[in-house]
């Protein structure tokens, strides 16, 4: 028993030191890696690294390198049912290397129609190998109505959709088409009422086809009034009231509001017309006419003046 308790404490002794060398050097410090040897396409190489702090290292493979070829020879031609295969030789080991070549394409000769296609049907046709005899199938469109116009069957006119009927060269299938109805042949516009100020006058024209009667409400021709669709000639009739004392208001917009309105009344009023508020083509010409007077250049004489 005593011989037994020396063995184990000596063995005790002699581990402590190594414990204690490992828990001072908790993680290796390691150099580069360094080539012992070189990989090749017959082996793959190896390296080294050494730890900086203790005998601890480390190894790790490099990959085979690929083999070189000399030169690639064709020693089975491909065809259209097997592939081929080119052979080399690696200049470095000799190896014999194979790699192999995709099928050739067939050698389809012309289509041959299996089943016809038809207005709707489709149809199908096959295209045979001419080495192999092997067949790819394909799908032929639908041909379509072929129409032919048979005769009118009811003639359009402006009140009344005509109509004709049409049947197919392939299968005689027939279908009724629609004409649009023709536009109305008008007389010229008789006044019935002239307009006045700021009301509308009232003229109607006939259909000389139907006899239909078409009226409207209407301005004279050039007249400017409120609420109309903005325009440039809005915007010139602005400039000129403006110029002219009658007129503070927006000009970009070319709108034809209550201020317009109150402006051309003013003119109107000032002179000798009847305040309307409407810029009839009379009431248009005396506003030019007083504008002119002022001296000032037109638009147009400015342009001209600039491109000069």
Partial sequence: MRKTGWVLLLVGVLLLPLGTAGAEHTEHTFGSWRTKRSATCTQAGLQFRYCTGCDHWEKRELDKLPHTADKWVVVLEPTCTAEGRMEA??????????????????????????????????????????????????????????????????????????????????????????VDKLEHDFTEWTVIKEPSGQTKGTRERVCTSCGEKFSERFFWEGTLYQDMTPCEEVIRLQEMLRDLGYYSGSIRSGQFGSVTGSAVAKFQKANGLKATQVADPETLARIEEAWKALGLETPEAEEAQAGH
């Avoid at 190896?95 to 012309?110: C, D, F, S």
């Avoid at 048979?150 to 299968?171: F, I, K, N």
Wanted: proline fraction near 2%; charge should be negative.
């Fill in 89 to 178: 030789h690696c200049t470095v080991c000799g190896t014999l290397m194979r790699k192999a070549i995709e099928k050739a394409p067939h050698q389809y000769g012309e289509e041959e129609v299996i089943r016809e296609a038809t207005c709707l049907q489709e149809g199908k046709g096959q295209f045979t190998c001419e080495i192999c005899g092997a067949r790819s199938s394909v799908k032929i469109d639908p041909l379509g109505h072929d129409w032919k116009k048979t005769g009118v069957s009811q003639a359009a006119t402006c009140q009344d959709y005509g109509s004709y009927e049409e049947a197919c060269l392939r299968c005689e299938k027939t279908q009724t088409e629609r």
